[in-house]
């Protein structure tokens, strides 16, 4: 039973991180040249897994794996967003 409901909270974390990452990208970073770069998802990622760490530790139903499933939801967010704005702008 605790294994569900951990299953469903870093998986509903994970969703919700990458619908705001995407939405963010896509609504205020539109003109930043920085977040077109390849690193930008991986720096993106790595920072949110670093500051979900700590608080992970304080919550009982997830863990370590749920800091490294936010820290990827969000970096494919960042890259999913980049590319639509780069397909949504004339010349690319």
Known sequence: ??????????TILAILAYAQA?????????????????????IAGAAAAVIALPLVAFVPLVGIGTALGLGLAVGAGVAAGAREVRHKLPGY
């Open 1 to 10: 039973m605790w294994f569900i409901l951990s299953f469903a909270a870093s």
């Open 22 to 42: 995407k939405r963010f990208v896509t609504r205020r970073l539109r003109y930043v040249d920085a977040v077109q770069s390849a690193v930008a998802p991986f």
